[in-house]
């Protein structure tokens, strides 16, 4: 076996909470444009940044890398196929059930018995066995060896724990009674579509918050927002799970001139993107040349500038040089209204005189754009994708829907574009690109290219290699099919804002851009 974590963190060190004056304030409360909805962390449907207050990983994804959690430590054995965990002893359940072995166990099993849900997770379909070693010790083994699979226990779900004793039927997929992780907030209101109050586990094993009080607030996007935060009713926003802020770069502006507030942003996390339904065969951009011309056509220089006021930068590939395996030599495809219309021209896309809408064989060139009517910023950006493709003889209706709608059309296939983001930092470029093959993600994204089934056998091959030149090689054959087809048409890199009080310490981001550390926050 090899040795892979160092030893536990040992003693809870002194945090903020058992320093801090009687006097100075302890409570958050954030802007939400949707509700917190279902907290069950195996299911999809719940507000990730909620959820990653209360259920925790056994280990998690830093900066230095993999880091320890509930897992203190943990060995993989010589052929990768076999992961023993030993477990911290002093955690409990927000119900007082004992976190051990035996609770790893179930929920791993109750993740398991849901696996079409998961497919897009390899993971799940390379677990063979779950065995408990002793009280604190579990061992997974898997079919075969895979690389990124402390990458994926490592998410903010579904590899998180829940008290046993919420379970339903002997597991998670019908339901739960109840929502007791680990973390180091208990979920303990709940009024739908209006508020969500979490308080502070005071038990909590790596020290009691000194944030004693975090109430999720849902408001409309925007300046309902804004005016709650100049009127005091909430005191904190941030960029939500699906990369929507609550309010402008201006309105942030204007609370930071007050004095009252700060302003503070992440590194790059992600690429906003277009994606393009390649299997939508009546649909023009089913064709690759389309696509290209849509590529060329949008000005990100100005979007990054006008929309976003230069705090995110133009994306000119799915990920950002930041990104593990993310430099492959791949074509240049600028802002080029001229190439856009020449590509377009040369496939047969013809504007006669005194029209505006491309023809080919008696079909406009027309699709539609849906973007997440939560996002004062993929509106703006929508209108402004709209006008420019006009100007290339393109028809872009584009249409406003609630993020889970707009998930609903990625999973079935019933759109022509639509706006969505990489995962992010802690789970790229193997998380986006496992989702190529999922059907609840980007399937039908993928499948229409001619290169499909080479796609999915890279894909395949990339997530159990153990050799790091082929792993390197196989990631730059994937990333050049999907660039050339232009599947991904990236718009701007950015990360997580976040709009604080300005005695506000301790804020600071994780590698993932669904959660932040509310438990390392503090008042002055």
């Known amino acids: 076996m090899i040795l892979l974590a160092g030893c536990s963190a040992g003693e809870k060190a002194t945090t903020a909470a ?7 304030p302890s409570e958050l409360i ?15 449907s719940g507000s990730m940044p909620a959820q990653g207050m209360v259920y925790e990983s056994l280990v998690e994804n830093a900066k230095e890398g993999i880091q320890p959690m509930l897992a203190e430590s943990w060995e993989i054995s010589v052929d990768g196929k076999m992961y023993t965990f030993h477990l911290r002893k002093d955690v ?42 002793d009280e604190f010790t579990v061992e997974l083994t898997l079919s075969e060896p895979y690389y990124p699979a402390l990458m994926e226990l490592s998410m903010t779900r579904p590899f998180v724990f829940l008290s046993p004793k919420d379970f339903k039927n002997g597991g998670t997929k019908d339901g739960v009674n109840g929502f007791h992780g680990t973390g180091p907030y208990v979920l303990a209101e ?50 939500d799970d699906r990369g929507a ?32 339904n390649t299997s939508q065969t009546a649909s023009p951009v089913s064709e690759t040349v389309v696509r290209e011309a849509i590529w060329h056509a949008i000005d990100r220089e100005t979007i990054s500038r006008d929309i976003f006021g230069g705090v995110e930068t133009p994306a000119k590939k799915l990920f950002s040089d930041n990104v593990p395996y993310a430099n492959p030599d791949l074509k240049p495809r ?20 005194g029209e505006q809408i491309r023809v080919k064989n008696g079909k406009p060139l027309a699709a539609s754009l849906y973007y997440d009517s939560n996002s004062a910023s993929q509106k703006t950006q929508a209108e402004f994708i709209q006008s420019e493709l006009k100007s290339i003889g393109m028809e872009l209706t584009v249409i406003g829907e609630e993020s889970s709608s707009i998930a609903s059309r990625r999973s079935s296939g019933d759109y022509d574009l639509l706006f969505n983001q990489t995962w992010g930092l802690a789970y790229d470029p193997q998380s986006t690109i496992a989702a190529f093959t999922s059907a609840s ?36 054959d994937i990333m050049a099919i999907v660039h050339d087809e232009a599947v991904f048409i990236p718009i701007t890199s950015g990360g997580v ?23 390392h926050m503090h008042f002055e």
Do not use: C
């Not at 398991?112 to 390379?126: C, D, P, R, V, Y």
């Not at 290219?449 to 056998?457: G, H, P, S, T």
């Open 245 to 276: 802020d609550s309010i402008d770069v201006e309105a942030m502006k204007q609370l930071e001139k007050t004095g009252d507030y700060q302003v503070v942003r992440s590194e790059a996390m992600n690429t906003k993107m277009i994606v393009a």
């Open 30 to 44: 954030y802007a939400t444009a949707k509700d917190i909805q279902d907290m069950n962390p195996h299911i999809y």
């Open 441 to 476: 993600s980007y399937l039908h994204a993928t499948s229409g290219i001619a290169e499909a089934d080479e796609l999915y056998r890279k894909i395949e091959d990339v997530m159990v290699s153990t050799d790091e030149t082929a792993r390197t090689s196989l990631y730059a």
């Open 334 to 353: 600028g802002y080029d209204l001229n190439a856009a219309s020449g590509l377009l021209e040369k496939a047969g896309w013809s504007l006669t005189e």
């Open 190 to 239: 709940h009024r739908i579509d209006q508020y969500a109050v979490f308080e502070a586990n005071d038990s909590y094993w790596g020290g009691a918050p000194a944030i004693k009080k975090v109430t999720a607030k849902v408001l409309p996007a925007g300046e309902t927002t804004y005016l709650a935060l100049l009127k005091g009713e909430v005191n904190f926003v941030f960029t």
């Open 497 to 519: 804002t976040v709009v604080a009080p300005s005695q506000l310490q301790g804020i600071a981001f994780k590698q993932t851009q669904f959660e932040l550390p509310f438990e």
């Open 92 to 133: 409990k359940f927000h119900d007082g059930e004992p976190f051990n072995a035996e609770a790893v166990k179930l929920n791993f099993e109750a993740v398991l018995q849901n696996a079409e849900k998961h497919s897009w997770i390899k993971l799940t379909t390379k677990l063979t066995d779950i065995r408990v070693v």
């Open 18 to 24: 058992d320093t801090a004056p009687a006097n100075v």
